[in-house]
């Protein structure tokens, strides 16, 4: 660092300088929050100190205008009694049984990921995998969900291969087996593609780590992978505001991840752990260093000196603000008592992981850090982390609502097939449509078998992990979001995924227990998108509530927009279930000749924002399905009691597509074929077949029984007051509708399996 | 006693419990190897596993060739001990020179995860007797960078001394002569791309299956070391 290029900004200086302009409009910070910085500390921050308010007050950090409605997911919870950490970690924690816990959240990635595709989807695994590294638990598995601009945009063509690339490129390099998520395209994701990852983790319920800086005198120790000038966003405003030339530059905003760091960082904690060595853990992740210190400081006894210079630096020429905004990857801030610090040193040794002490926690309430021996930091460090502004802002419906929900998608405005020809053309054009297509050329470049436990993955209805090779202790995760259903009805668009999450998940035979968020939603500064967010927040926390599944984490991701034009309103629903015994689990494919195929659940004339209006007539609107949440429950039950009784040898939810996507997904998958009657005694629809097939009403799933279960699991329909009707039979190796048409399953698994290839291959 | 099973790890190795527990599966004592330890603790068979060793940023298995523990396993390679390695493991081996060629990028340049069937071509190995020549098998492949490559003269070499263990039949990334996996001269060494270790329980192989079809490279091993 040459000599004459920065003079650090001390507190001391700020106190004598109270006039010196500071750029932060240019950091986001408003007026009235930049007045409030300086009433908190009496004087104007210093360069570091408005850095550190710029991002910990961020909307990103502190969730300013999602607090007020997030609020709802506490206040309506369901009381329920495995619920170990709730919201406000960095992971909810749910106890599973035996003497194990999960850890599961859920976060986005979207911005870097249309900037940087393959670092940005990267870092986005990299990134919530650590935030279940830090609960102390070992990651076991990611599911990503996937948002883009339609297939055959060239700008799809960009983002998703390095999008899938980066996933599978980071998730492997780190061994964990990626189990599901889901592809969708639609031209509102165009300029601004979705890019989720939901992680999930393992540990004894008794080795929970929290972020908290307790106990004076305890040490703070950075580990993990020197700090470097990526991911820096606005601290250039800073940097370049007291000095320009004389340094390297033009540095990506997109972090840049190493993988191989994050595994042996992964490997190096969990040892740590198993040595009972920390007091409190922290990942850095967004605000890098100013979260991780503020965050323990704040949740812990309260103070934190810091030696800033400490920090192990991959660019020399980093002054301290950008070192506190960096978000470069792989890194992790520990609290180790002194007597625990040469063990903890010689864990890292092994694994060959630089660790380094900066500082020390202290009872002054205080956040001091030094820069080569002057003060530049003096904070209370709860109004940081926990004191950031809260905006209620201001929301209505949007005056379009009515026209959308007014514009039906009935028989007068929308064709609809009525031969037997047209409903086998449309059933092939569906099934090839990118949405509905076989997603084998994403799946394959992900690993979903490493660590040998993955007992369901992609293609079935959640993914499953056995946790226990003793008892066979296993949970099951699934992720769904339908943004065309949120966008004709934000409160029940946001419950109609939770709803299918937990469907799929109850259809592979496990307990529907707790629920993730990402909600992606347009600007908060527009009225008609915080009137989306609002109603989605309330729709969620009231059917988490009516299904007794509590929000147990997750994450808000607004300003997904381009220009005025935000993307539908998208929450991403991850449920965990837990299943006793994972040989018990119910896949979703019709493997034995001669079974039953029954249809539970009751089927309308419900197509508004279908997967058939969109591909066959670009259509959107009229309202979402009907939802009841009382029947999603019963039905959970009967999937859930029928694998577990070994009635069931195949269930798959009906969503998407409706009830023939469904079908040919469990024909294809177990290579056997189906006869399908949609008119007999023991099913005597008044829907003509069209409805029957494309529907997509909700609370329904198709199953396989024996002949011989029949009639229990039909029985155990009746008592639950859940319609069920016998569809058809497994049989021969065509997908027959009996008087509508006939599709060998040659012909089915071309058009289903040609699309991928042929966009992207 | 039973014969006991080392398999080393290597900082960015992925699979080193997948492999550890085909060795319990099968019956034997597994061990856990660690890259900077020399010693291979009286373990009777070595197991290098699938992963990213260093993150094989430089040439996968380039780095990890010259880890302490790689000294010890060559030197007593040479000398007759069972070493099996699989996908970086077969990497490893060739840039330990105990097997020839080279594993290069994919042909499609992706990454593959996918089960592939393979034909058993020789069960005259440590790590293959409890086939029987002919054999298909499905074995799951994933990797990037699992193209078979050597010079010609190799290549016949190979397949002259019956050194090609396994073939693709379906050849998912270029590899040369379709060849999945090979030995050296004397049998105990044999790298394979593919990941037997993944396809050893009903709960978890391949589906539709058949699952198991990766457990006769863990029980040839085993029965060879019980009755020696």
Same mark, same amino acid.
């Given at each position: 660092?040459?000599?004459?290029?920065?003079?650090?900004?001390?507190?001391?200086?700020?106190? =004598?300088?109270?006039?010196?302009?500071?750029?932060?409009?240019?950091?986001?910070?408003?007026?009235?929050?930049?007045?409030?910085?300086?009433?908190?500390?009496?004087?104007?921050?210093?360069?570091?100190?408005?850095?550190?308010?710029?991002?910990?007050?961020?909307?990103?950090?502190?969730?300013?205008?999602?607090?007020?409605?997030?609020?709802?997911?506490?206040?309506?919870?369901?009381?329920?009694?495995?619920?170990?950490?709730?919201?406000?970690?960095?992971?909810?924690?749910?106890?599973?049984?035996?003497?194990?816990?999960?850890?599961?959240? %859920?976060?986005?990635?979207?911005?870097?990921?249309?900037?940087?595709?393959?670092?940005?989807?990267?870092?986005?695994?990299?990134?919530?995998?650590?935030?279940?590294?830090?609960?102390?638990?070992?990651?076991?598995?990611?599911?990503?969900?996937?948002?883009?601009?339609?297939?055959?945009?060239?700008?799809?063509?960009?983002?998703?291969?390095?999008?899938?690339?980066?996933?599978?490129?980071?998730?492997?390099?780190?061994?964990?087996?990626?189990?599901?998520?889901?592809?969708?395209?639609?031209?509102?994701?165009?300029?601004?593609?979705?890019?989720?990852?939901?992680?999930?983790?393992?540990?004894?319920?008794?080795?929970?780590?929290?972020?908290?800086?307790?106990?004076?005198?305890?040490?703070?120790?950075?580990?993990?992978?020197?700090?470097?000038?990526?991911?820096?966003?606005?601290?250039?405003?800073?940097?370049?505001?007291?000095?320009?030339?004389?340094?390297? +530059?033009?540095?990506?905003?997109?972090?840049? *991840?190493?993988?191989?760091?994050?595994?042996?960082?992964?490997?190096?904690?969990?040892?740590?752990?198993?040595?009972? !060595?920390?007091?409190?853990?922290?990942?850095?992740?967004?605000?890098?260093?100013?979260?991780?210190?503020?965050?323990?400081?704040?949740?812990?006894?309260?103070?934190?000196?810091?030696?800033?210079?400490?920090?192990?630096?991959? $660019?020399?020429?980093?002054?301290?603000?950008?070192?506190?905004?960096?978000?470069?990857?792989?890194?992790?801030?520990?609290?180790?008592?002194?007597?625990?610090?040469?063990?903890?040193?010689?864990?890292?040794?092994?694994?060959?992981?630089?660790?380094?002490?900066?500082?020390?926690?202290? $009872?002054?309430?205080?956040?001091?850090?030094?820069?080569?021996?002057?003060? %530049?930091?003096?904070?209370?460090?709860?109004?940081?982390?926990?004191?950031?502004?809260?905006?209620?802002?201001?929301? @209505?419906?949007?005056?379009?609502?009515?026209?959308?929900?007014?514009?039906?998608?009935?028989?007068?405005?929308?064709?609809?097939?009525?031969?037997?020809?047209?409903?086998?053309?449309?059933? !092939?054009?569906? %099934?090839?449509?990118?949405?509905?297509?076989?997603?084998?050329?994403?799946?394959?470049?992900?690993?979903?078998?490493?660590?040998?436990?993955?007992?369901?993955? @992609?293609?079935?209805?959640?993914?499953?992990?056995?946790?226990?090779?003793?008892?066979?202790?296993?949970?099951?995760?699934?992720?769904?979001?339908?943004?065309?259903?949120?966008?004709?009805?934000?409160?029940?668009?946001?419950?109609? =995924?939770?709803?299918?999450?937990?469907?799929?998940?109850?259809?592979?035979?496990?307990?529907?227990?707790?629920?993730?968020?990402?909600?992606?939603?347009?600007?908060?500064?527009?009225?008609?998108?915080?009137?989306?967010?609002?109603?989605?927040?309330?729709?969620?926390?009231?059917?988490?509530?009516?299904?007794?599944?509590?929000?147990?984490?997750?994450?808000?991701?607004?300003?997904?927009?381009?220009?005025?034009?935000?993307? @539908?309103?998208?929450?991403?629903?991850?449920?965990?279930?837990?299943?006793?015994?994972?040989?018990?689990?119910?896949? +979703?494919?019709?493997?034995?000749?001669?079974?039953?195929? !029954?249809?539970?659940?009751?089927?309308?004339?419900?197509?508004?924002?279908?997967?058939?209006?969109?591909?066959?007539?670009?259509?959107?609107?009229?309202?979402?399905?009907?939802?009841?949440?009382?029947?999603?429950?019963?039905?959970?039950?009967?999937? %859930?009691?029928?694998?577990?009784?070994?009635?069931?040898?195949?269930? @798959? $939810?009906?969503?998407?597509?409706?009830?023939?996507?469904?079908?040919?997904?469990?024909?294809?998958?177990?290579?056997?074929?189906?006869?399908?009657?949609?008119? +007999?005694?023991?099913?005597?629809?008044?829907?003509?077949?069209?409805?029957?097939?494309?529907?997509? +009403?909700?609370?329904?799933?198709?199953?396989?029984?024996?002949?011989?279960?029949?009639?229990?699991?039909? $029985?155990?329909?009746?008592?639950?007051?859940?319609?069920?009707?016998?569809?058809?039979?497994?049989? *021969?190796?065509?997908?027959?509708?009996?008087?509508?048409?006939?599709?060998?399953?040659?012909?089915?698994?071309?058009?289903?399996?040609?699309?991928?290839?042929?966009?992207?291959? | 006693?039973?014969?006991?099973?080392?398999?080393?790890?290597?900082?960015?190795?992925?699979?080193?419990?997948?492999?550890?527990?085909?060795?319990r599966v099968v019956g034997a004592e597994p061990v856990a190897l660690w890259h900077r330890d020399p010693s291979l603790h009286q373990v009777d068979a070595v197991i290098l596993p699938g992963g990213f060793s260093y993150g094989d940023y430089l040439r996968c298995?380039?780095?990890?060739?010259?880890?302490?523990?790689?000294?010890?396993?060559?030197?007593? #390679?040479?000398?007759?001990?069972?070493?099996?390695?699989?996908?970086?493991?077969?990497?490893?081996?060739?840039?330990?020179?105990?097997?020839?060629? #080279?594993?290069?990028?994919?042909?499609?340049?992706?990454?593959?995860?996918?089960?592939?069937?393979?034909?058993?071509?020789?069960?005259?190995?440590?790590?293959?007797?409890?086939?029987?020549?002919?054999?298909?098998?499905?074995?799951?492949? /994933?990797?990037?960078?699992? /193209?078979?490559?050597?010079?010609?003269?190799?290549?016949?070499?190979?397949?002259?001394?019956?050194?090609?263990?396994?073939?693709?039949?379906?050849?998912?990334?270029?590899?040369?002569?379709?060849?999945?996996?090979?030995?050296?001269?004397?049998?105990?060494?044999?790298?394979?791309?593919?990941?037997?270790e993944h396809a050893i329980e009903e709960l978890t192989g391949p589906y539709p299956g058949p699952a198991t079809d990766g457990l006769p490279f863990f029980t040839s091993v085993l029965k060879q070391l019980v009755n020696a």
């Amino acid at each position: 660092m040459t000599e004459n290029a920065y003079q650090v900004d001390t507190v001391e200086r700020a106190a =004598a300088t109270p006039e010196t302009e500071q750029p932060y409009a240019a950091l986001g910070v408003k007026d009235d929050e930049y007045a409030r910085i300086r009433e908190i500390l009496g004087r104007r921050p210093t360069a570091p100190e408005l850095a550190m308010y710029s991002v910990m007050w961020s909307e990103h950090c502190s969730y300013k205008s999602s607090k007020v409605h997030l609020r709802q997911f506490g206040e309506k919870a369901p009381s329920v009694d495995f619920l170990l950490v709730g919201p406000g970690e960095n992971a909810g924690v749910v106890d599973v049984g035996e003497d194990l816990a999960v850890t599961f959240k %859920i976060e986005s990635h979207n911005h870097p990921s249309y900037v940087e595709p393959y670092q940005g989807a990267a870092t986005g695994v990299g990134g919530i995998v650590r935030d279940i590294l830090t609960m102390g638990a070992r990651p076991i598995a990611v599911l990503d969900p996937l948002r883009f601009g339609p297939a055959d945009a060239p700008d799809t063509h960009r983002v998703l291969p390095g999008v899938v690339r980066g996933i599978g490129g980071y998730g492997n390099s780190l061994g964990l087996p990626n189990i599901g998520g889901e592809v969708v395209f639609d031209a509102c994701y165009s300029g601004n593609p979705l890019v989720n990852a939901l992680s999930i983790g393992v540990l004894k319920k008794s080795e929970i780590k929290l972020a908290r800086a307790d106990g004076p005198g305890n040490r703070v120790v950075l580990f993990g992978a020197r700090t470097g000038g990526d991911g820096i966003g606005g601290a250039s405003v800073l940097a370049s505001a007291t000095f320009d030339e004389d340094k390297p +530059s033009k540095r990506p905003s997109v972090q840049v *991840g190493d993988p191989f760091m994050e595994k042996v960082l992964i490997e190096c904690c969990l040892e740590i752990y198993a040595a009972d !060595l920390v007091t409190g853990i922290q990942d850095l992740g967004a605000a890098g260093l100013s979260c991780a210190t503020t965050e323990l400081a704040a949740a812990g006894t309260g103070g934190m000196d810091v030696q800033l210079d400490l920090a192990p630096l991959r $660019d020399a020429t980093l002054v301290p603000e950008e070192i506190l905004m960096s978000e470069s990857q792989e890194r992790m801030m520990a609290v180790v008592t002194p007597e625990n610090l040469p063990r903890f040193f010689e864990i890292c040794e092994k694994w060959d992981v630089i660790a380094t002490v900066i500082g020390t926690v202290t $009872d002054t309430g205080r956040l001091r850090m030094t820069w080569h021996g002057e003060t %530049i930091v003096d904070v209370d460090p709860r109004t940081l982390a926990l004191q950031g502004p809260v905006y209620e802002r201001p929301y @209505h419906r949007p005056q379009w609502q009515d026209s959308l929900q007014a514009d039906e998608p009935d028989s007068a405005r929308l064709e609809r097939p009525k031969s037997g020809e047209q409903l086998r053309e449309t059933v !092939l054009r569906m %099934i090839a449509s990118p949405n509905l297509a076989d997603k084998t050329w994403v799946l394959e470049q992900y690993d979903h078998r490493v660590r040998g436990n993955t007992v369901l993955a @992609h293609g079935e209805d959640s993914g499953m992990l056995r946790l226990s090779e003793q008892s066979n202790l296993g949970v099951a995760l699934s992720t769904d979001g339908n943004g065309r259903y949120t966008k004709l009805d934000p409160y029940t668009g946001a419950q109609l =995924a939770l709803a299918e999450a937990y469907r799929n998940v109850a259809a592979t035979g496990a307990k529907p227990l707790a629920v993730t968020d990402c909600l992606n939603f347009g600007s908060p500064e527009d009225p008609e998108v915080m009137w989306q967010f609002a109603e989605a927040c309330r729709g969620l926390a009231d059917a988490c509530l009516e299904l007794g599944t509590p929000v147990t984490g997750g994450n808000v991701s607004f300003y997904n927009q381009t220009g005025a034009e935000a993307i @539908h309103p998208t929450p991403i629903i991850g449920v965990l279930g837990v299943i006793d015994d994972v040989s018990r689990r119910t896949r +979703s494919a019709f493997e034995t000749e001669g079974e039953i195929l !029954l249809l539970v659940g009751e089927t309308r004339d419900e197509f508004g924002g279908s997967e058939w209006a969109h591909v066959v007539h670009g259509h959107l609107g009229g309202l979402p399905p009907k939802l009841d949440l009382e029947r999603e429950r019963q039905l959970a039950e009967i999937l %859930i009691a029928g694998s577990r009784d070994g009635m069931l040898s195949a269930a @798959h $939810d009906l969503s998407d597509g409706g009830l023939v996507q469904a079908i040919a997904e469990s024909c294809l998958r177990g290579g056997h074929g189906a006869r399908v009657v949609l008119h +007999s005694d023991t099913n005597p629809g008044e829907l003509d077949p069209f409805v029957a097939l494309f529907s997509e +009403s909700a609370g329904r799933a198709v199953v396989a029984v024996p002949r011989s279960e029949e009639l229990r699991f039909t $029985d155990m329909c009746k008592f639950r007051g859940v319609p069920v009707a016998r569809i058809g039979v497994v049989d *021969g190796d065509a997908l027959d509708v009996q008087d509508q048409f006939t599709i060998p399953l040659g012909e089915l698994r071309e058009a289903w399996t040609g699309t991928f290839p042929a966009l992207f291959g | 006693m039973s014969a006991r099973i080392g398999v080393i790890t290597f900082p960015g190795t992925q699979d080193d419990t997948d492999a550890l527990r085909a060795a319990r599966v099968v019956g034997a004592e597994p061990v856990a190897l660690w890259h900077r330890d020399p010693s291979l603790h009286q373990v009777d068979a070595v197991i290098l596993p699938g992963g990213f060793s260093y993150g094989d940023y430089l040439r996968c298995g380039a780095i990890a060739r010259f880890s302490p523990v790689m000294e010890t396993v060559i030197a007593a #390679a040479r000398e007759g001990l069972p070493v099996l390695g699989i996908c970086n493991g077969f990497q490893v081996l060739c840039e330990s020179h105990l097997l020839p060629g #080279a594993l290069i990028r994919n042909a499609g340049t992706l990454f593959i995860n996918r089960d592939v069937t393979l034909r058993v071509e020789s069960n005259s190995t440590a790590w293959t007797s409890d086939y029987e020549i002919g054999r298909e098998i499905l074995i799951p492949i /994933k990797n990037g960078e699992g /193209k078979f490559a050597a010079d010609e003269r190799t290549l016949d070499e190979l397949e002259g001394e019956g050194r090609v263990i396994a073939r693709y039949l379906n050849n998912p990334n270029g590899s040369a002569r379709d060849i999945a996996g090979i030995a050296n001269a004397a049998g105990n060494v044999v790298g394979l791309m593919p990941h037997p270790e993944h396809a050893i329980e009903e709960l978890t192989g391949p589906y539709p299956g058949p699952a198991t079809d990766g457990l006769p490279f863990f029980t040839s091993v085993l029965k060879q070391l019980v009755n020696a």
